[in-house]
């Protein structure tokens, strides 16, 4: 390594960039490397059939030996979520950093996959640990899930100020207030570098504050007559707790039902971050004895997955909860692009059943967890960093960042667009893009993990449009003859005209004159009987029907 | 048919309710029957390769001989896009009525589908036709495509007004209003049943003027030192109205781009619903030798279509247009649910590609074409109607609009949210629920339509997210020995292990086993082997992948 190289800081976004989801972000200086966050993303339909995605973190694995820490900024999957892969590969004992809540999420997730014995370490607000070359410091944020902090990374060349995901909440639920403080202190010590959020800047002014969703739910349960039933993310403790306090205050006793809801929830209590006395807290099996004026319905299902709580509930399949007409559902939560149509499924199901659902779009049920507009421009003021690099949002919510970080005076050259895999280099000279290092996805799809190619993610999306067509066809090795009736088979696919059997006549007759031609020619070879039955079926398919399913030729030499 | 049948008006909603799109009514009394529109709705995620679903009119075609007319409220496909294959399927000369724009739009489908001399009867807003015992107003209303009309329709035992697609604009751009006046007129005749428009019964207030979209328009033209693209609509003759008038007062021409934008421009203007003089409007490849500061491309792709024209210029395989840094592209239009991630896909390329990319979030640049609540409510009171059904929106939709009839005084018992093939009956002493009849969805796939099963799309399902693996065995007919090596043909799977290939020779090593254990037993017939294999590998890949393919054993006797 040359000195050059030794007394620089660079910054690598690994995840997070381009995309909601699966945020890491590598800082290396001389031969110490720290990460922060390691998230995962859930695919949607451009990735069929896969189940997660997790960034492609082998730059970090081919630098192990330089790792001093994994710092996990607050306890959400898109931050957390990637980490039990990334400790199974990397297979030595790194250290975990975090805040209690944080790592008690995790401490879960590590035991579902098996993971013994992680060194966790538990880190405080206000906090401060020594990573190899960097002074860390924890400052508390506000965020939808309690015990966020940010990260203020101190190196001999400059320092980092990431600013986790956060909110600026003038009156959060657990009076624990972003640490204002903390951050001016950062910014009197000078910060080199702030990465910020940039989940909500397309949205002007500023996020409201979680309280006032506690205010439309006494309001809300106080109106209702019959049963109600919210729906939330499992792990928005502050949400849960409000969802409580509104129950017993108009005397109803809560019912947690689908599993992350419960095990969240048990975990939060142990760890003191949820309040509610066990009395007031029933089994879903105990609750068949109460008044459906008694009781509030806690359940996963906010984003209308098809196999959660609420999704059963209005399917009319759960076990323990069945809608009644006069039944208030409370969707407490907004869908993440690309749920709209499935939170919106679950909904007119509801609707359906008799009961009347509330939510975003009626109703104040709901805010968000990330800084709009003037709060993005806030921070941008009060740390009034020399270089700027919006992350965590895509494309279009980066540059909207940039723009607000224009707007505040930052100068143009020294706001930082990146990319995943693009390094940003920074030494006492200053900050400037530095090269691209190895990044993307890795898919996990059922057991295999990183396996999964572009080719095979095509060819589920041929599939799923236009069906498959098998033919097996039997040939004399020796004289080439076709020695049995043709096999066609077809899933998936319609041919137009099936309802007479026409289309399947015709593809028949269509390969049976192939392979005469091709008899007749001489003994073919197998590779030209398979390329011939293909281009001929393929046309006659598309002739017939305007479709391109996959065509798979079997030929076996008997 | 008994005396009491003949003296009753039957309502019957074929599409448009829990859904939005396809919208097709049926009125019918005594041996008289019309329908009011005929559309499509585009397919969503849960219908893998299908390129568009029809309603199922089969109630229409069992009664052919009864039908007098089709009536298209206006000539977006939700509501003309399903009559190609009605007036095919009827096969006799049904008159079509609609007025002069709605009929040029419906013309050209027509032409498309090889339909010649249907009977096309143009009718004037304010105009009136008798159509067996139905006699029947055309009302003006303002929405997102010119020349839209309500239907106010008169029968022996009552009234029905429906609304069509509708808002309230007080500075419509072709100043041609909602016919208050009309509408007030119809109400002092009496209306027995209103059926209104519920698309956006859920947005409070009331929808903002189309004028307010030039403002924001001449405002972007203004600031911009580049190129303007802006995607819509092309239907949306209002809005590219507006796009011209602001290109031309800039000194910029116009040139139009997109399949779809040329032809239905072209319409148009022939009509004389579009004005731009033939010097200000350009084609693509005459457009090279402007400065880039006097052009603005009007384009398709404002859903985020992966083949239209923005998304090719996103891409960077447009023929002629490409995005240089410093342009300006305004995606004027909403995203339909569903197609969320898709126009972000494309935002976030034109951004990547040094665009300024203009949208709903962050600047005036589209308004929705449908009536909000308080002018939901507006019309309830204008019209103060006997009965109330709400249609055209999904259940949450229709709820909503229920529930503003509610606020307006009309009582819970006139107000039906029918359900698609549920009828209403009109008789002397009211209305009430009447029975269910044939109704739901037909596919259309590729050149199939309706053949299309539930089985079909299952099996495209499981082929998308699992795939597909297909054994292939030849044995002996005479012995029941097995004459050849397996095939085994796997797609779209991935099988844990399988950079080493391990997994393939672990199924090869089952399948041989079960081949070896069902010959010893003596000569297994086909159906047997069949379900072995099946079973066998099915288990298999679940223990080795944790995955459910499609399996599809072939024996071939030789």
Redesign the interface.
């Known amino acids: 390594m040359t000195s050059k190289t030794k007394n620089r800081l660079r910054v690598v976004p690994l995840g997070g960039l ?1 995309e909601i989801g699966k945020n890491m972000t590598v800082l290396e200086y001389g031969d110490d490397m720290i990460v922060i966050d390691a998230g995962l993303m859930f695919p ?2 451009d990735h ?2 896969i189940d997660l995605i997790l960034p492609d973190y082998s730059y970090i694995i081919q630098r192990r030996e330089k790792l001093r820490g994994i710092i996990i900024t607050h306890g959400h999957e898109d931050h957390t979520g990637a980490l039990p892969y990334l400790l199974k590969d990397l297979d030595a004992p790194v250290p975990v950093l975090g805040t209690r809540l944080t790592l008690g999420i995790v401490q879960g997730k590590l035991e579902e996959h098996r993971i013994k014995k992680p060194r966790l370490k538990e880190v405080k607000p206000g906090g401060h640990v020594t990573l190899g070359a960097f002074g860390i410091d924890f400052l508390a944020v506000n965020h939808s899930i309690p015990d966020g902090v940010a990260i203020f990374v101190r190196t001999p060349v400059g320092t980092v100020l990431h600013s986790g995901d956060f909110k600026l909440d003038q009156t959060p639920i657990d009076g624990r207030m972003t640490d204002y403080g903390a951050f001016a202190k950062a910014a009197k010590q000078g910060v080199t570098l702030l990465m910020s959020d940039s989940t909500n800047a ?2 002007p002014g500023h996020t409201p504050s979680e309280a006032i969703v506690g205010a439309t739910l006494r309001e809300i349960f106080a109106r209702a007559r019959q049963r109600i039933i919210v729906a939330s993310f499992a792990s928005h403790i502050h949400r849960v707790q409000q969802v409580c306090d509104a129950a017993v205050a108009c005397d109803r006793k809560v019912v947690v039902t689908g599993r992350s809801m419960i095990n969240t929830t048990r975990i939060a209590r142990e760890l003191g971050y949820l309040h509610i006395a066990d009395e007031d807290l029933l089994d879903a099996y105990a609750m068949g004895d109460l008044p459906s004026d008694k009781v509030v319905v806690l359940c996963t299902g906010s984003q209308g997955e098809p196999l959660s709580a609420l999704a059963r509930i209005a399917n009319g399949d759960h076990k323990t909860v069945q809608i009644e007409a006069g039944d208030t559902v409370v969707i407490s939560a907004t869908p993440v ?2 749920n ?2 499935a939170v ?1 499924r679950v ?3 509801l ?2 059943a008799g009961a009347d ?1 509330v939510h975003r ?2 109703a104040r049920v709901h805010v968000s967890g990330h800084a709009a507009e003037e709060e993005l421009k806030l921070m941008l003021n009060l740390i009034q960093p020399v270089n700027f690099a919006p992350i965590h949002g ?3 919510h980066l ?2 960042h940039a723009s607000h970080a224009r707007a505040v005076g930052i100068p143009d050259e020294n706001i930082f667009v990146l990319e995943n895999g693009r390094c940003l280099e920074i030494s006492e000279e200053g900050a400037r893009l530095g090269e691209r290092v190895e990044s993307g996805v890795v898919y996990v ?4 993990v990183g ?2 190619g572009h080719l ?1 993610l095509r ?3 041929v ?6 067509a ?1 033919i ?1 066809v ?1 040939i004399d090795g020796q004289t080439g003859a076709v ?2 009736d043709v ?1 066609l ?1 077809t ?9 007479s059997g026409d289309s399947m006549d015709g593809a028949h007759a269509r390969i049976a004159k192939v392979l005469r031609r091709m008899c007749s020619e001489g003994v073919p070879d197998t590779a030209g009987i398979k390329r011939a039955l293909r281009d001929s079926v393929s046309q006659y398919i598309w002739d ?4 391109r399913p ?1 065509i ?1 030729p ?1 030929v ?3």
Request: hydrophobic residues 40%; negative net charge; proline residues 3%.
């Open positions: 381009d949607d339909d069929p059939g397309e949205t692009p690309g709209e149509k919106s909904m007119n199901r609707f359906k659902v779009g009626v895509e494309t279009r540059h909207a799809d059922g057991l295999a396996d999964i095979v060819d589920r999306q599939l799923s449009s236009d069906g498959i098998v097996v039997a020695v049995r096999e088979v899933r998936g696919l319609v041919l137009a005209g099936d309802a017939s029907s305007r479709r996959m798979i079997v076996l030499e008997v």
